[in-house]
C-alpha cells in the first residue's frame, strides 16, 4: 500500500481506499474577429480518500487541515517508483455522513483533494 502524507502527517492506511479522478478542462475564448479559440487545456486530478473506518484523533487530524485553510502538499510514496508530490486543496467535507461505530471508530468518511 502507497504512503500518503498531507503536510508531512503519514495518513492513516486502514480502511483506506484511494482513487484519482481526471478532470480535462478547455477555456475557451472569443478572438477580437469573433472567431472562438480554444486556448488551452487544463488537466487537474482530484485525489478521493475513501475510509472504510477511521479513529477519532484521525478525524481530528482532518479536521484540523482543513481548518488551516491554506493549500497542502500531498506527498505520494510508491514502492516502485520516487515520491511523487502534489499541491492540493482540501474540498470540506459533512461530519453528518458519519456514523460513530464506539467512542473511537467513524465509519464511511473521505476526503477530496484537488490538485490546483
Excluded at 12 to 18: I, L, N, S, V
Excluded at 50 to 66: K, N, Q, R
Excluded at 80 to 99: G, H
Aim: some cysteine; glycine content about 4%; charged content about 30%.
Amino acid at each position: 500500500m502507497n504512503d500518503i502524507y498531507l503536510n508531512d502527517w503519514l495518513t492513516p492506511a486502514a480502511g483506506r481506499t484511494p482513487t484519482i479522478k481526471r478532470q480535462q478542462k478547455e477555456r475557451k475564448e472569443r478572438a477580437a474577429s469573433g472567431k472562438l479559440c480554444i486556448d488551452k487545456k487544463i488537466k487537474k486530478r482530484t485525489f478521493v480518500l475513501t475510509y472504510s473506518y477511521i479513529s477519532g484523533p484521525d478525524l481530528d487530524m482532518f479536521e484540523s487541515l482543513l481548518d488551516l485553510k491554506t493549500p497542502l502538499v500531498m506527498q505520494i510514496s510508491h514502492s516502485y517508483k520516487a515520491t511523487e508530490t502534489y499541491n492540493v486543496n482540501m474540498i470540506p467535507f459533512e461530519s453528518e455522513r458519519l456514523l460513530c461505530i464506539d467512542d473511537t471508530l467513524w465509519e464511511g468518511f473521505t476526503c477530496e483533494l484537488e490538485e490546483y
